[in-house]
């Protein structure tokens, strides 16, 4: 098992800034690939940025060049998020593939409004 901790949410006005954090714990050896999901009210939940464990890197179209996703050790994964647009809003979700399952952290939200 694979437990996920999100932190960094929040509120912020169009244009601004915000950094998400995710922590992985517990059996966390052999990690293929860690990400961001969002989910909008009413919406699927899609991919906003994958990084896997050799450091390669993909984004959804509507955030290229706007977020940027970083780990800094096996277990902690980053997304920066700029330039926010009220689209942006939703709760965002951590996420690890590991030995051909997925776990997901609880969600944090971010909410772009002025």
């Known amino acids: 098992q694979v437990q996920l901790v999100e932190s960094g949410g929040g509120l912020v006005q169009p244009g601004g800034s915000l950094r998400l954090s995710c922590a992985a714990s517990g059996n966390i050896f052999n990690i293929n690939a860690m990400g961001w999901y969002r989910q909008a009210p009413g919406k699927q939940r899609d991919l906003v940025a994958l990084i896997t464990s050799g450091g390669s890197t993909s984004y959804a179209d509507s955030v290229k060049g706007r977020f940027t996703i970083s780990r800094n050790n096996a277990k902690t994964v980053y997304l920066q998020m700029n330039s926010l647009k009220p689209e942006d809003t939703a709760v965002y979700y951590c996420?690890?593939?590991?030995?051909?399952?997925?776990?997901w952290g609880q969600g944090t939200q971010v909410t772009v409004s002025s």
């Open positions: 996420y690890v593939l590991r030995g051909g399952g997925g776990y």
